[in-house]
């Protein structure tokens, strides 16, 4: 099979390289954010797919293990990818887009809902690319209002 690359296969050479994070999550609402720190290696798999394995501190001790996937789908025309982590079974299914300037590529997912066992809601990743050695992401939850309600934001810069 003889696949083209396409420019938004070329955007996720963004990603590629060694990096080091901290991020802040609001555990709980009315209490301030908590800070953790880790690392993430992400390849490029043929230049079609960024394979990103990272390790963190987790809330109350202990390293949480993480895996994303993420390609362009030209039928598509949209992002896709998966995400997992050591701290629990669900698999995060990803569907996103870049804007106009490709600068912002969000990632649309659905998943468990932290306050209320057994329910799913819809999750959003933003990762802004901010230059070469930075890049932010923000974690949002949909909340029953209909409004977007980041929880989590992670900045991250290329090792030296």
Not at 4 to 32: A, D, F, I, R, T
């Amino acid at each position: 099979m003889n696949i083209k690359m396409q420019s938004e296969h070329e955007w996720q050479e963004n990603l590629v390289g060694e990096w080091v994070y901290e991020h802040e999550c609001s555990m709980e609402p009315g209490k301030p954010p908590e800070k953790f720190k880790g690392s993430e290696s992400i390849r490029s798999l043929g230049g079609l797919w960024v394979l990103a394995e990272g390790s963190g501190e987790m809330p109350g001790g202990g390293v949480a293990n993480t895996v994303m996937t993420l390609g362009y789908d030209p039928k598509k025309k949209r992002y896709v990818g998966t995400w997992v982590g050591s701290m629990m079974t669900h698999l995060w299914v990803y569907d996103g887009y870049l804007d106009a300037e490709g600068k912002v590529l969000t990632l649309e997912t659905e998943g468990p809902d932290c306050t209320e066992e057994g329910k799913l809601v819809r999750y959003k990743d933003v990762i802004e690319i901010k230059g070469s050695d930075h890049r932010v992401m923000t974690s949002h939850k949909l909340g029953a209002d209909g409004k977007w309600h980041p929880f989590m934001t992670a900045s991250y810069r290329r090792k030296r």
